[in-house]
């Protein structure tokens, strides 16, 4: 694929690690092969896989000649957090509009990502109601900023348009480079399925280096039926922006929704079991709200035999460890 085309920032010192779980692959009965590729490793503060997408995402903001980003998320967003440090080492001031998706959950003092917000210097931070119309509430910031004289530009939520997609379309021709690169074969990847531009974007990467290899979502707060539609969707968006040839179909895009539990952002059993097991087997962090849902996702299906004996699975792990320290009673709980 080429990227050539597009403005984007560098932030990448190279590929992240593919390594192998075989202590993980053994607690859960030995008979498939689990494999992590590391973008929990990503650079930005905290790390995660919000940087793949800000590559491009400021890189069009600094192309336009912004001088400020506003972004938005929930009140632990690592997407934010991501933003914030990527804005802070570019020089650019940053505004976030936080959504308080489950009441009572915004606290100013609150640990995690909350903490690392005020600390990377961010210039200004709302918190509005569940349900807000999040792009509407950020314009309303932007043309207070430009009355100020400012130059803003806005990430929408996840940096999950076309334009922040396409980091994981890099993301997956990365990926299958490694895996040709390491004689591995792989029959499956598992990825969380959020604001989905990371499903999207590895979709249609993997479609676009022609890889065939199946790629499943795990969803963290919609309904599969609404969720496959929002990742298909922006998939077409994507693939018309790299030029992709044959085109993304609709069975191709699947999600799984059984391990979103009461919903975004509330623990699950499942999820501290899974977090607990990676520490402890692999000493890989997750996180409770994403790659710990997606997690207990991927060890459930490998429990129930969805994957066939001796099959190599992939999960890519997205980051987000640092919402742990916000949800430490949780895991002392559970
Ligand atoms: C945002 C996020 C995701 C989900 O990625 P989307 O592209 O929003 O679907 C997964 N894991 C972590 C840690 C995240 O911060």
Redesign the pocket.
Known sequence: MNFTKFARRQYLQGPTPIESMPSLSKVLGGEVNLYVKRDDLLPGAGG???TRKLEFCIGDALGKGADTIITCGAVQS??ARLTASWAAKEGLDCHLVLEERVKGSYKETASGNNFLFELLGVKSLGVVEAGSDMMAKMEEKAEELKSAGKKPYIVPG?A?NAIGATGYAVCAEETMTQLNNMMLDIDHIIV????????AGMVVGMTGVNANIPISGVN?SRPKIVQEEIVYKLALEVAERLGIKGGITREEIVCFDEYVGPGYSLPTKSMVEAVKLFAQTEAILL?PV??GKAAAGLIDLVRKDHFSKNSNVLFLH???SPALYAYMDTFRQG
């Open positions: 995660g896989n919000k690592n997407h996840g999950s969380p399925s959020g604001s989905a531009g990371t499903h963290v996180d994403y790659s997205t980051g987000g």
